[in-house]
């Protein structure tokens, strides 16, 4: 069964670094999301990718924060200088439609650590 | 404020019984319902979808309801397996954008043998 896969699956990185996750979505799907989850706290929508373009972003999707779909397959998140406070679980999902009727598929999602 | 409320937070139950997990909204204006299904450190996996004219939903020994006017769904999970241990995460999201999709905290499940 087609899944979507994250790389890596644990980030160690350094106050004010820079780092880009990983993630290859669903070969035919067309919507693309990112995800972050602080430890013990809820999920919380980072941005959606449509058409080569970002469709949606919430508020925390600042300017530190990019994405990318560099080929036809990855679809990547960087985060430019990283915080403390962006220690989290991050995920990425995909869909084949819209949000709003189509099942949305989450990658097992990458740990990231800031220290 | 758009929000989603879970209860209860925690909840352990002995293998082959069933249980009803209660979710509590205020997203406005209404588009879907989701119930996830959350294993520790792994991403969330969707167990049923549910838009404001669906009051039911079946996903074979997981059935949400939903109550449009209430703004409360329910999830039921019945002759429950040790498996079923895990977070059910309720999200609902409202009609205009993406930015609206709000995660409740979650129910934390055990089932014991």
């Known amino acids: 069964e087609p899944e979507v896969t994250q790389t890596p699956s644990h980030q160690v990185t350094q106050m004010g670094q820079e780092v880009i996750l990983r993630c290859v979505p669903i070969?035919?799907?067309?919507?693309f999301y990112w995800y972050r989850q602080i430890l013990g706290q809820k999920v919380e929508f980072l941005v959606s990718?449509?058409?080569?373009?970002?469709?949606?972003k919430s508020e925390i999707f600042d300017d530190q924060f990019s994405v990318e779909r560099p080929d036809g397959s990855n679809f990547t998140l960087k985060i430019r200088s990283t915080k403390l406070e962006d220690s989290a679980m991050y995920f990425c999902?995909?869909?084949?439609?819209?949000?709003?009727?189509?099942?949305?598929?989450f990658g097992p999602g990458t740990r990231l650590t800031v220290t | 404020k758009n929000q989603v409320e879970q209860s209860p937070q925690s909840l352990i139950i002995l293998e082959g019984k069933n249980c009803t997990l209660q979710?509590?909204?205020?997203?406005?204006?209404?588009?879907?319902l989701r119930w996830y299904k959350q294993d520790t450190g792994r991403g969330p996996v969707s167990l049923t979808i549910m838009t404001f004219s669906e009051n039911t939903k079946s996903n074979g020994r997981y059935t949400a309801t939903l109550d449009a006017d209430t703004k409360q769904s329910s999830l039921h999970i019945t002759a429950s397996q040790l498996s079923d241990s895990a977070s059910y995460i309720c999200v609902v999201s409202a009609q205009t954008s993406y930015d609206k999709v709000i995660f409740g905290p979650g129910t934390s499940l055990s089932v014991i043998p």
């Open positions: 990718f449509y058409n080569n373009e970002i469709s949606e």
């Open positions: 999902a995909s869909s084949e439609g819209h949000y709003r009727s189509y099942e949305q598929y």
């Open positions: 070969s035919n799907h067309l919507y």
């Open positions: 979710c509590n909204y205020t997203v406005s204006p209404f588009s879907n």
